[in-house]
């Protein structure tokens, strides 16, 4: 008798630990899409499109550099827990890669960038199967993003189409209304000072969607290495051009920039940091520049205030 009280209160308590369990789940849920990001701008295209039918949760935060980002055990939870995955590709998380083809199998894990027309990347080196991932700074570019990310979720979630469209809709023309300032503002940039100048090789969509010139002093990566010589090419430049601003970037240690400033200066010439940019990440959440348009639109203001 004692036994088969004991084996019913043992089914009792699975059952309840059971049903706790679902309702946690549900309740963590709610019925939303889970949506789990690599970096901060993905992050921001899905809030913007799924609002409050979903969850996003980025693995990177401000200040963090996706070129050299190893993913912790907590990622992986967040990834495996994710009903969708949405990452940069182009080998922006170069050391993720592995994690994300195996998230491939389990689940939606989709490269935003998979859109854009290969002509209309910027080659890495001159090699034609290597690109520049950084396509966010070109915004007409970053628009074919939104349309993964819209297409995604009503794949997901074809119930709300209709309000993924909408949304998307809305956002990108709020994307043409900042391509419209951020060429109205750089145009106050005189011609012979629209030279760009950073830690790293970040900018170049942007140069290209603004025809500015971009130099910067490591390579696409902050993986790469650079030396002496380079430095010293950067601040010959610096001097022969009479440039009279260099930037640092917040995902970034300053201290080759100042490097340059510090050489220039030895040459007799005064080249100031006209600013820090947000380059490989965004601002921190719950400020404007923890948005796209707010990142974007500080960039291009502190870019002006400094060269023109």
């Not at 809030?47 to 050299?68: N, R, S, Y």
């Not at 601040?235 to 400033?261: G, L, P, Q, W």
């Amino acid at each position: 008798m004692l036994k088969k009280v004991c084996i019913l209160v043992t089914t009792m308590m699975l059952v309840c630990f059971g049903v706790a369990c679902t309702k946690e789940t549900a309740n963590q849920s709610n019925g939303k899409l889970q949506i789990t990001t690599t970096t901060g701008q993905i992050a921001d295209i899905a809030e913007q499109i799924g609002q409050e039918k979903v969850v996003v949760t980025p693995l990177m935060g401000a200040g963090v550099d996706p070129h050299l980002y190893q993913a912790s055990q907590g990622d992986i939870q967040k990834l495996r827990k994710a009903d969708i995955i949405l990452y940069n590709g182009l080998h922006l998380e170069g050391k993720m890669g592995d994690v994300l083809e195996k998230m491939e199998k389990d689940k939606p894990t989709v490269a935003v960038t998979s859109s854009i027309p290969k002509n209309e990347l910027i080659s890495s080196s001159g090699d034609t199967n290597s690109y520049d991932p950084h396509v966010w700074f070109d915004i007409s570019l970053w628009q074919h993003a939104v349309v993964v990310v819209r297409d995604t979720l009503i794949k997901q979630d074809p119930d709300n189409k209709a309000f993924y469209e909408k949304n998307a809709t809305v956002y990108l023309k709020q994307l043409d209304e900042l391509q419209v300032y951020a060429q109205q503002r750089i145009g106050e940039i005189p011609e012979k000072s629209r030279v760009l100048i950073t830690a790293h090789d970040a900018f170049h969509y942007f140069g290209v969607a603004y025809n500015i010139e971009v130099k910067g002093l490591q390579g696409l990566s902050t993986d790469s290495e650079y030396g002496l010589k380079d430095v010293q090419t950067l601040i010959d430049t610096i001097v022969e051009r009479n440039i009279k601003a260099v930037f640092i970037e917040t995902s970034i240690s300053d201290k080759s920039i100042k490097a340059v400033v510090e050489g220039a200066k030895k040459k007799g010439h005064t080249v100031i940091v006209g600013g820090e940019l947000f380059s490989d990440a965004m601002g921190k959440k719950g400020t404007d520049t923890g948005t796209y348009i707010g990142m974007y639109k500080h960039n291009v203001d502190t870019i002006v205030e400094a060269l023109k």
